[in-house]
């Protein structure tokens, strides 16, 4: 299984941005879809996780500014990130667990200026 993520980017304090994470090749069926961050010089931590059908849980520090959603025709996870602030800046990356496995995706960097 292959993750591919994408919509990082720069920006400002306050703005917006949306993840997308695409899953392809032998998957099978999907259990958990999450997102993970890690912070420049910090371990990687969770973010928020959906449930295939569609219970979403999120981390205190990003609650209420992002949501998580995601796609079971497509295979596919997003993040909205909303009222992004400094200390959301980290690299983020996409995971999805299914029966026996579970696969990352490559990270997309994230980079909120203030």
């Known amino acids: 299984v292959q993750l591919q993520a994408s919509g990082g980017g720069l920006v400002q304090a306050g703005g917006s941005l949306r993840l997308s994470c695409a899953a392809s090749g032998k998957i099978g069926s999907i259990n958990v879809m999450a997102w993970y961050r890690q912070p420049p010089g910090k371990q990687r931590e969770w973010v928020a996780g959906?449930?295939?059908?569609?219970?979403?849980n999120y981390a205190e520090r990003v609650k209420g500014r992002f949501t998580i959603s995601r796609d079971n025709a497509k295979n596919t996870v997003d993040l909205q990130m909303n009222s992004l602030k400094p200390e959301d800046t980290a690299v983020y990356y996409c995971?999805?667990?299914?029966?026996?496995?579970?696969?990352w995706g490559q990270g997309t960097l994230v980079t909120v200026s203030s």
């Open positions: 995971k999805v667990i299914g029966a026996g496995w579970d696969s």
């Open positions: 959906i449930s295939p059908g569609g219970s979403a």
